[in-house]
């Protein structure tokens, strides 16, 4: 099949799931906000394009090698429950504390941090309340207290004037306070780190942090609206912020913030190494050294066919260019110049045969 229309076929599941889930979770959209549908329709575009992207990345060999050896090393039963321990440890090491931003420097680590956990508690809150999966109601003979529902199923009771009301209902402040914040230190490191400088670019770099900014100031100025200006301007600043949120919804597949939904498959791409160091190891063809895993020298080697390069080596001991160790590449790499350059000069050339078996090569008069 094609890969943009198996591509297609998945971005479209993906969206009727979606779709589906928003009709069942509201009841019969009985608890959807009409007001909310150009976020729900901006929702189910962005989740077209996130899943036909995503599918056509995994379609690609080298990450479909990495994805399904992944699986299957994590699933292995001898290996699964030492494998769930590490995905936790992972999970709170490199995702909750990101733990491998923080290595490249405490301001960039500072700024991810903000980032990521504004971003997390504001989907958190604001998709389930778009799509009508949660919603409150004042409980029965007492008008101080709500009721959360969930999927339609009551939950905990709580006093609108608790401490617990107060979070609830300004969790998207402390998230926009998150993400601003962020926002500011990214900034500044962007200004003044000439490394990152030289590097950036505008739709890579700046306007990621400028939509985030605008959606998390607009936020804020509903907040100030409703809470201290008796609603003052709140119609124009809801259709404001409704055009901020749409339009980075509708760019989210698109641009930088695709990495979001990458970076959970480096979790794969560690249990492939960790297991791969414990398992059997190749020696070099030509020194006799381990270098790496037999796992994967042999996926590289089946990657490398699927992508259509041709690293065999002709009538030559180690068969193919992946069994030769980095180093002795290198080496080939000087003997191969070395060839062609007394070549030219009218020399013997060099053997990459006697290279290959250790044999002294020959040698230019």
């Given at each position: 099949?094609?890969?943009?229309?198996?591509?297609?076929?998945?971005?479209?599941?993906?969206?009727?799931?979606?779709?589906?889930?928003i009709v069942l979770g509201s009841r019969r959209l009985d608890h959807f906000d009409a007001a909310l549908i150009g976020y729900t329709f901006a929702t189910l575009f962005a989740t077209f394009g996130i899943a036909y992207r995503y599918a056509m990345w995994l379609q690609r060999p080298p990450t479909w090698r990495y994805w399904v050896r992944g699986w299957q090393l994590f699933l292995q039963p001898r290996l699964l429950g030492r494998n769930l321990i590490q995905l936790a440890r992972r999970l709170g090491v490199m995702f909750a504390l990101n733990a491998f931003i923080w290595r490249r420097g405490t301001l960039r680590g500072a700024a991810h941090w903000c980032l990521m956990w504004g971003c997390v508690v504001a989907a958190a809150i604001t998709f389930p309340l778009v799509f009508g999966w949660v919603h409150f109601e004042t409980v029965p003979g007492d008008l101080n207290a709500y009721r959360a529902y969930l999927f339609g199923f009551p939950t905990m009771a709580f006093p609108i004037r608790s401490w617990i009301g107060f979070a609830v209902f300004h969790g998207l402040v402390w998230a926009s306070l998150l993400v601003i914040i962020g926002v500011m230190l990214a900034m500044k490191r962007r200004m003044t780190d000439h490394g990152a400088a030289a590097l950036q670019q505008f739709g890579e770099d700046y306007l990621p942090l400028i939509a985030l900014f605008a959606i998390?100031?607009?936020?804020?100025?509903?907040?100030?609206s409703y809470t201290w200006m008796r609603g003052y301007a709140y119609d124009f600043l809801a259709i404001l912020h409704a055009i901020t949120v749409i339009l980075t919804l509708l760019w989210l597949p698109f641009g930088k913030f695709f990495h979001i939904f990458q970076r959970p498959a480096q979790l794969g791409v560690s249990f492939y190494k960790d297991i791969g160091a414990r398992s059997e190891q190749v020696a070099c063809r030509r020194c006799g050294e381990a270098f790496a895993s037999r796992m994967h020298v042999e996926d590289l080697i089946e990657v490398e066919r699927a992508l259509g390069y041709a690293y065999e080596l002709a009538n030559q001991p180690a068969e193919h260019y992946q069994w030769i160790c980095p180093r002795c590449r290198r080496s080939l790499l000087a003997i191969a110049q070395a060839n062609l350059w007394t070549g030219l000069r009218g020399g013997e050339p060099l053997l990459l045969?006697?290279?290959l078996t250790d044999a002294p090569p020959a040698t230019a008069p």
């Open positions: 099949m094609n890969e943009r229309i198996c591509a297609t076929i998945w971005g479209g599941a993906a969206t009727a799931a979606l779709a589906l889930l998390s100031a607009t936020g804020l100025m509903l907040t100030a045969d006697a290279a």
